[in-house]
């Protein structure tokens, strides 16, 4: 069965830090992959998607994720975060075989120390 | 509208009452998707409209969930005789293409008290 796992559930790094939130899928063909983004109150919005071609993809607000289908994994890295970026982050893969459904991971928290 | 909108964006109802939710997606957006939202928890996925194709309500949790949308415009979620567990965010999405990206509303918190 199709599958997606944030392994971290809360992450705390450093204002000007690296960032790396991964996440890993289960998916029987090429999958179109998604990293959005949960502020407090808020609804998703999307940073970035993969759908084919160049394995490492870029979007907004300086995030960038790179598809490795060997280790079916699809991670999320910001080089320096800013206090802005704390929020929630959910991978999502779909749509799902046969259906239009797209699932999604159970989310990482993000929390940035000033 | 620049955005999909969701009214009301809080509801707060006793146990057992009827609630009704609506959802106003992007102007052209083919496909509506419904997901359910837990404090501290991921996206639970409802029910997916496409134009005018039978919905996938695969996702429904209960009888008392419904969910109609009239072409491809405003959808509204039901939900019936509410109970405690029914407390969550609820959030509607729309796409353009059945494979592409969704776009989120800001979503209606629903308490049950």
């Known amino acids: 069965a199709q599958s997606v796992t944030q392994p971290d559930i809360h992450i705390t790094v450093s204002e000007g830090a690296s960032l790396e939130l991964r996440c890993n899928y289960s998916?029987?063909?090429?999958?179109?992959l998604f990293w959005y983004v949960q502020s407090p109150g808020q609804g998703l919005q999307l940073l970035l998607k993969?759908?084919?071609?160049?394995?490492l993809v870029q979007g907004i607000k300086g995030f960038e994720a790179e598809f490795k289908r060997s280790q079916s994994s699809f991670n999320l890295r910001k080089p320096s975060v800013h206090w802005s970026d704390a929020a929630e982050y959910f991978c999502?893969?779909?749509?799902?075989?046969?259906?239009?459904?797209?699932?999604f991971g159970t989310g990482t928290r993000l929390k940035v120390l000033a | 509208g620049a955005g999909v909108s969701q009214s009301p964006s809080n509801k707060v109802t006793e146990k057992g009452k009827d609630v009704e939710l609506r959802c106003d997606p992007i102007?052209?957006?083919?496909?509506l998707y419904w997901y359910r939202q837990r404090l501290g928890q991921g996206l639970e996925f409802l029910i997916y409209?496409?134009?005018?194709?039978?919905?996938?309500k695969s996702g429904l949790p209960s009888d008392r969930f419904s969910a109609e949308r009239t072409g491809e415009s405003v959808s509204t979620l039901t939900i019936q005789r509410t109970q405690q567990e029914d407390s969550a965010v609820y959030l509607c999405?729309?796409?353009?293409?059945?494979?592409?990206?969704?776009?989120f509303g800001p979503g209606t918190r629903l308490t049950v008290t």
């Open positions: 999502a893969v779909g749509p799902t075989s046969g259906t239009y459904k797209y699932i």
């Open positions: 999405a729309s796409s353009s293409l059945a494979a592409g990206e969704q776009y």
């Open positions: 102007s052209g957006h083919t496909a």
């Open positions: 993969y759908f084919s071609g160049d394995t």
């Open positions: 409209f496409q134009g005018n194709s039978a919905p996938d």
């Open positions: 998916y029987g063909a090429t999958p179109y």
